[in-house]
């Protein structure tokens, strides 16, 4: 795994913006996890199976993609208050882009996903490769 190195002093003298800003930037991305919709992932013999709670969003308004084992989900919910001669008190509904991402196994099979939209849930089922057979091999030493 790839991970963020620590700055050197010297380094970190010229950089103090990512050191001002940092926090800032991972507060923004706290923030946009709040309004991520809500979901499941479960496992059977056969499939990976996602589900994202989506009401109010209609299949034309999801989009979803998979690149390098990463399956993100995204789509936007519009807001709908063109209601003529009504004072709203409060609204307790959210609309906006929403973007959900899942890092996928290794043996799922990313040419064989299934989605379906019904009842404001997005079932997403991802196949499962066959395992391969884990046979010995021998390998030949040479002379050093």
Do not use: C
Not at 57 to 66: A, F, N, P, T, Y
């Amino acid at each position: 795994m790839v991970e963020k190195s620590e700055l050197s002093s010297a380094t970190a003298a010229n950089d103090w913006w990512s050191h001002l800003y940092g926090p800032m930037r991972q507060l923004g991305q706290r923030v946009a996890e709040l309004f991520q919709p809500n979901s499941e992932a479960a496992t059977t013999k056969d499939y990976y199976e996602i589900s994202v709670e989506l009401p109010g969003v209609s299949e034309d308004q999801i989009s979803i993609e998979v690149h390098d084992h990463r399956l993100t989900v995204t789509g936007e919910k519009q807001s709908s208050h063109e209601e003529a001669g009504k004072s709203f008190y409060f609204s307790e509904r959210t609309y906006g882009s929403f973007r959900r991402d899942f890092r996928l196994p290794a043996d799922a099979d990313a040419d064989n996903i299934m989605a379906t939209h019904k009842d404001g849930v997005l079932e997403i089922k991802v196949a499962k490769t066959a395992p391969e057979d884990s046979k010995a091999k021998s390998i030949k030493i040479s002379r050093g």
